[in-house]
């Protein structure tokens, strides 16, 4: 199982090279390199990801780069979150870049299947000022 390592506070002018050459001594237990790019410009957004093949590689690459200096910037190494997966994403199969293809996640649903009570309450910054809509709506059905 691979295990992703993230590198942050990378230079903006960075290139991909120049990061594998960072890691050129860990080549043997890199399975890839990637460095994330803005896309309008081509520049480095500032981070990229490591693939290592083990747990033990990934922690022995924070422990060792961690506080690393590259071109005046100390980088920020650390185990990545693993990806999560939405249901919709597992079923049809999407790589999770609803953004360009103008899905949105429904927001709607609750994550509280159970229909609980708290599920139906309103939120309470909200909840004065939806009686008073509440009470005025009332108000105008039953005066019509």
């Known amino acids: 199982m691979s295990v992703r390592v993230y590198v942050g506070n990378l ?3 960075i290139e991909r090279e120049q990061l594998e050459e960072v890691f050129s001594e860990h ?6 390199i990637k460095l994330v790019t803005d896309r309008k410009t081509g520049k480095c957004r500032g981070f990229g990801f490591v693939t290592v093949n083990s747990d033990e590689q990934a922690d022995a690459i924070v422990e060792k780069f961690s506080n690393y200096v590259l071109q005046e910037n100390t980088l920020k190494i650390e185990k990545a979150l693993p990806r999560s997966k939405s249901k919709d994403e597992e079923s049809s199969g ?3 870049n609803n953004r360009r293809k103008g899905n949105k996640p429904n927001r ?8 609980s009570a708290e599920a139906a309450q309103p939120d309470p910054r909200w909840a004065e ?3 008073k809509l509440k009470q ?3 108000a105008q059905t039953t005066g019509s």
């Open 108 to 115: 709607n649903k609750s994550s509280n299947s159970g229909g």
């Open 27 to 32: 080549s043997e237990e890199i399975v890839s």
């Open 94 to 96: 999407g790589s999770g």
């Open 136 to 138: 005025m709506l009332a």
């Open 11 to 13: 230079p903006k002018d």
């Open 129 to 131: 000022e939806l009686e």
